[in-house]
């Protein structure tokens, strides 16, 4: 008699404190009060409940592909929770390879969220002022700056089909939020912040250039 082997890792307890963690994070930095910032917020939560769900739970993608994989995972339907990485299965990548790629994942998400920590930090502090100083005077939204690599790393760490469908929606929700949000510093900093956004990059900060100081 043969025992049939599980179709899913099991780790369900991983997906639940993976998605609380990350989500308390997101909330505790990005603190969303109004209903876009709320909605946008919702994307966010989509995005990492698909890929905690395929990285501890239900391997969706590796399935999804699993004619095209049938070489690299062989004839049995089961398999290990390593063969659900997607760029390890597909490359064929050694162990020690694969666990490489998501420590660079890893590494690329802690400065993400470095990131959004000095942004809140001096928002924070500034209650309600015009920042232009610090973590400032390289981005103008580092803590959107900060969302978008903890993404990337985590597209990187363990890629699915899902999730990379997902991220230009992600994406171009929080741009979108960004900019309204640029509108209204324009109507309460009128030309202070104007002259800042002449100054700093939205997102990606220059290369071999950085303000000296206090920007506005």
Do not use: N
Request: net charge positive; glycine share 10%; with cysteine.
């Amino acid at each position: 008699m043969t025992t049939q082997q599980p179709y899913d890792y099991g780790l369900w307890s991983l997906v639940v404190m993976h998605v609380l963690v990350f989500g308390g994070f997101v909330i505790a930095f990005l603190r969303p009060r109004r209903k876009i910032e709320w909605r946008t917020l919702g994307v966010f939560s989509a995005f990492i409940v698909a890929l905690f769900v395929e990285m501890y739970g239900f391997p969706l993608t590796i399935y999804v592909l699993s004619g095209l994989l049938a070489t690299k995972l062989g004839s049995s339907p089961s398999f290990g929770h390593l063969e659900g990485h997607l760029l390890a299965t597909v490359l064929g990548l050694p162990a020690w390879a694969a666990l490489i790629v998501c420590q660079i994942g890893g590494l690329i998400m802690a400065v993400g969220l470095w990131i959004m920590w000095r942004g809140w930090r001096q928002v924070h502090a500034a209650q309600g002022a015009l920042v232009t100083d610090g973590i400032y005077t390289r981005l103008r939204h580092p803590q959107y700056a900060g969302l978008f690599l903890i993404t990337i790393g985590m597209l990187i760490q363990w890629p699915t089909l899902l999730t990379l469908a997902m991220w230009p929606v992600l994406t171009g929700a929080y741009y979108r939020l960004a900019m309204r949000e640029e509108r209204e510093m324009i109507a309460q900093f009128g030309e202070a912040y104007l002259r800042y956004r002449s100054l700093v990059p939205a997102f990606v900060p220059r290369l071999g250039h950085r303000p000296a100081g206090q920007v506005a």
